[in-house]
């Protein structure tokens, strides 16, 4: 395919796609816990899903991200990048919170937008901005469950961004919950909740398998998400990328 000129939020706020380039065998999956953290422990209780992301007008997230990408074509691609999610506004709905979150890259420039709903049970994506238009997604796409168990799960099918390729289709996507762990962002360490996301659909001639692990520390926010795409061809893997999400920095109002 060729290269998108516009990047696409998606499945959980870090996923910043980017269409596929004709791949070959990539790298084995990043370490879930990594970072550079220190040793001291920064510990919350989530009493509901509304506290695994604390929706204040004003809150912020630096992240620093890793992206490897490896093919026959280009050989082995590593980049570097830094995104800020920045809450714009905040609604208090009788289904949950409401929260407009706005990404900005290094420059501070936007280059995409998601709408969050925090309900008790789950933490839902609802609408995301796709090509400079706002895209409803319908029914709401949950990202996260409470509690954080792996017998808690829910699957949601509809029409959506496929993550990390550009277009849009109907596709299911499972998330389930990982339990407690300790996770390091890039300066602190993070008692956190993680939670495992899986979806697969086609694009042309080629099969896509997503998965990402995202960890949550109550009243804090996401401190670490890894991410993989697996491309098949006929039956046979012909490319892999890797991206891995790491909390910075954030301001809590």
């Not at 992240?63 to 714009?88: A, C, F, H």
């Amino acid at each position: 395919m060729d290269k998108s000129p516009y990047k696409v939020v998606g499945l959980l706020l870090i996923a910043l796609g980017t269409t596929w380039p004709q791949a070959g065998c990539g790298p084995a999956a990043p370490k879930d816990s990594g970072g550079e953290g220190a040793t001291k422990v920064i510990k919350a209780e989530a009493k509901s899903a509304q506290d695994y992301f604390p929706f204040a007008v004003g809150n912020s997230w630096t992240y620093d991200e890793v992206e490897q990408q490896s093919g026959s074509q280009i050989g082995t691609r590593n980049m570097r990048s830094t995104i800020t999610l920045k809450v714009t506004n905040v609604v208090n709905k009788p289904e949950g919170i409401s929260a407009d979150v706005g990404v900005f890259d290094q420059d501070s420039k936007k280059i995409g937008a998601v709408v969050f709903l925090a309900a008790k049970d789950a933490l839902y994506q609802t609408e995301l901005l796709y090509k400079g238009k706002p895209m409803t997604l319908e029914p709401p796409m949950c990202v996260a469950v409470y509690p954080s168990e792996p017998s808690n799960g829910k699957t949601w099918t509809g029409v959506g961004p496929k993550p990390w390729v550009g277009t849009t289709g109907k596709y299911t996507l499972k998330v389930e919950g990982l339990g407690p762990v300790e996770v390091d962002g890039v300066n602190e360490r993070f008692a956190c909740l993680g939670f495992h996301t899986t979806a697969e659909y086609d694009e042309g001639s080629q099969h896509i398998q997503y998965e990402q692990k995202s960890y949550y520390a109550p009243r804090v926010g996401i401190v670490r998400t890894l991410e993989m795409v697996q491309v098949f061809s006929k039956g046979q893997q012909i490319g892999t990328v890797t991206k891995v999400s790491t909390l910075r920095s954030h301001t809590l109002k």
